[in-house]
């Protein structure tokens, strides 16, 4: 594997990027418990990774390491300031305009308009982090792979930031909390049921027990 990652960084790098951010799509749809898997949306989502995501990650993690090579404190800050003030809202941007003229909307800024500062703010909790430690130490060769496990998790909350959220990370978490919630709910209910069962059987047989 890590001969295949040397050998052609390019085919390797995107491929895993691409595999990776529309698997956040899966999840995120059985995750929310749909009745019916949308692969269309999934599609749409893997076009967007497959064609910009990880083509850019590519070359844009190449081209800070030509500008501000290795992985001093200086460099990597470097890296982390123009990394997040320049390519965490470009592909914020085309994440949402791009699904939105997949899905054939009218409007393809109608989503980032109403969720884009929202989704970078989120983003910096999240984001800074994880490039600080891909900057730092791991090899060029397979940044764009370490970015792509990343955006993995970051693909869930985008898919359902478009579909159903408003980009804040308040709305991802009671939406995480909310199937959780449901179940306790049916749980409870399912008790409750059984527990009028067992005192429907109870006032039956009681009577026949007063007759004898």
């Known amino acids: 594997m890590q001969n295949a990652f040397r050998r052609f960084p390019w085919f390797t790098n995107v491929s895993m990027y691409g595999c990776l951010f529309a698997g956040g799509d899966f999840v995120h749809q059985w995750f929310s418990r749909t009745d019916k898997m949308d692969w269309t949306h999934t ?4 076009v967007v990774a497959f064609s910009f995501h990880g083509n850019f990650n590519f070359f844009w993690m190449r081209l800070l390491e030509r500008k501000f090579p290795g992985n001093s404190a200086a460099m990597v800050m470097k890296k982390l300031l123009l990394d997040q003030t320049t390519a965490a809202p470009l592909a914020t941007s085309v994440f949402y305009t791009g699904v939105s003229l997949l899905e054939g909307k009218e409007d393809i800024f109608e989503d980032w308009r109403a969720k884009f500062l929202n989704t970078y703010k989120t983003g910096l909790m999240f984001w800074p ?3 600080l430690l891909n900057f730092a130490l791991v090899p060029l060769y397979v940044r764009t792979t370490f970015t792509g496990c990343c955006a993995f998790v ?4 985008l898919c359902f930031s478009q579909q159903s959220g408003d980009g804040t990370a308040a709305a991802a978490l009671a939406w995480i909390l909310s199937p959780k919630e449901k179940e306790c709910e049916r749980s409870e209910e399912k008790a409750d049921a059984e527990v009028t069962v067992e005192a429907l059987k109870g006032g039956t047989e009681a009577p026949k027990s007063t007759q004898n």
């Open 43 to 46: 599609r749409n989502v893997a």
């Open 129 to 131: 982090f994880m490039q």
């Open 154 to 157: 970051w693909a869930i909350f």
